[in-house]
């Protein structure tokens, strides 16, 4: 996750963009370093799987490469890079539609796509790492439809705003807020009927976790 004082439009200087929109190889392995865990995990999230999620970042930057020439352009690179994903990730749900399952969670190893930079740390492997430090809320996503996961994700991990999100999808700000309503109630009840389940088997709070059952308002 991105750190929450440095919006993903500007993890990339302008100087960078325009040279990466004329072909420099140097500031596109820039851009490509700024956002190649996002898209990454966006996939993985979406797609709960690994092999899936590298055949997505991968034809994401191709796709990036080879409209490079709008980079000078664009208003928000974020969300160009997003939107960008976000078909690809479609195009592969519409053909192959994703079977969720927890399989994965306990295995930390890194992708191994080709192409993922090393310098900048290749995107973490699993839902369990696109979700730090939490288990149960990673188990709580996988529950919602693909829309709802998408919107908390870009909201509470990539620290995208709302006009940021509504870029992406296409949508007025107003319908990303009210979508993000009934995203973070959805999500709050999975969490709570997780923490009730917890106690019925005996758990103690703090096994259980519950004071991270919260949801907060980004």
């Not at 990036?64 to 928000?76: Q, Y």
């Not at 703090?206 to 308002?217: E, I, L, R, T």
């Amino acid at each position: 996750m991105c750190d929450v004082k440095t919006p993903r439009s500007s993890r990339i200087g302008e100087d960078a963009v325009v040279r990466a929109a004329y072909g420099d190889v140097d500031a596109f392995r820039e851009l490509y370093d700024a956002y190649a865990a996002d898209v990454f995990r966006y996939g993985m999230l979406q797609t709960d799987s690994r092999e899936v999620a590298e055949d997505i970042l991968q034809e994401t930057m191709i796709a990036i490469w080879r409209g490079r020439e709008r980079l000078s352009s664009v208003a928000n690179v974020c969300s160009w890079v997003m939107a960008i994903a976000r078909n690809k990730t479609i195009d592969y749900i519409r053909a192959k539609p994703p079977t969720v399952s927890m399989s994965d969670f306990g295995d930390a190893s890194e992708p191994g796509a080709a192409g993922v930079s090393s310098q900048a740390g290749r995107p973490a492997g699993t839902l369990e790492d696109a979700i730090p430090d939490r288990v149960d809320l990673a188990a709580a996503l996988i529950k919602l439809d693909l829309e709802k996961r998408e919107l908390l994700y870009m909201v509470f991990y990539m620290d995208m705003s709302y006009n940021e999100v509504a870029s992406v999808l296409g949508v007025p700000a107003g319908t990303v807020k009210s979508r993000m309503y009934f995203a973070r109630r959805q999500l709050q009840e999975i969490l709570e009927r997780g923490c009730r389940s917890c106690q019925s088997l005996g758990r103690r709070d703090a096994d259980c976790g519950d004071a991270s059952h919260q949801v907060v308002n980004p």
